[in-house]
Structures are given as C-alpha cells and as structure tokens.
C-alpha cells in the first residue's frame, strides 16, 4: 500500500494489482446493489476495506462486507489520494455493482 500511496496512477495501472477492496455493511447491500457505492468512496486492500467495514457495522448494525471490483471497472483518472491515518485511495465517481456473495477462503 506504501507503493501505491507513492505512484498510486501509475500502479493502478499494474496489472499485478488487478482488485481493490470496498467495506461496508450487509445493513446497506440492498441499497450499494441499487444504487452503486456513491462517490467519494475509499479503496484499498483487504485490511483498510475490513477496518471500513467494522466502522459500517458499528454504524449501521449487519455484518461485514468486503467487495472486492477489478480495476478493469474503474476509471484510473477519476482517483485521488486519501490524506489521512488510512492509506487508500478515493474514488470520485459512483461505481455500479453487479454483486455475487462469495466466502473468503483461509490459506
């Protein structure tokens, strides 16, 4: 994540970096499938979405959710920087979801 706060366009355009991660609630998937993630929304890997998702839970009550979406469906210019604790980046666009639950398996 270091990396990417340091050259974050030009690795988002890696292809070894191909997903990042959303968190969230289940308490507000009926709305992210209607709607999309509304803009700003923060990205980042697999630890930064789950911390955003616990903040979503104690929030909004549910359980945890981590989307995950291929960098294929963003667009790389609409991304800045997120300043702050978290290291992420925000997307500045609403991001449409075609959803599909699946567990997340342990190595």
Request: aromatic share 10%; hydrophobic share 40%; proline share 3%.
């Amino acid at each position: 994540m270091k990396l990417l706060l340091e050259n974050w366009r030009q690795y988002l355009k890696e292809s070894e970096f191909n997903e990042l991660f959303y968190g969230t609630s289940t308490s507000l998937q009926e709305k992210l499938v209607a709607e999309g993630i509304p803009a700003p929304s923060t990205w980042g890997d697999y630890a930064l979405a789950e911390r955003n998702a616990y903040l979503a839970v104690k929030e909004h009550g549910g359980e945890l959710m981590v989307i995950n979406v291929p960098m294929s469906d963003f667009d790389s210019s609409k991304f800045v920087v997120e300043e702050g604790t978290e290291a992420g980046v925000i997307y500045t666009e609403s991001l449409s979801l075609h959803m599909q639950e699946t567990e997340r398996g342990v190595i």
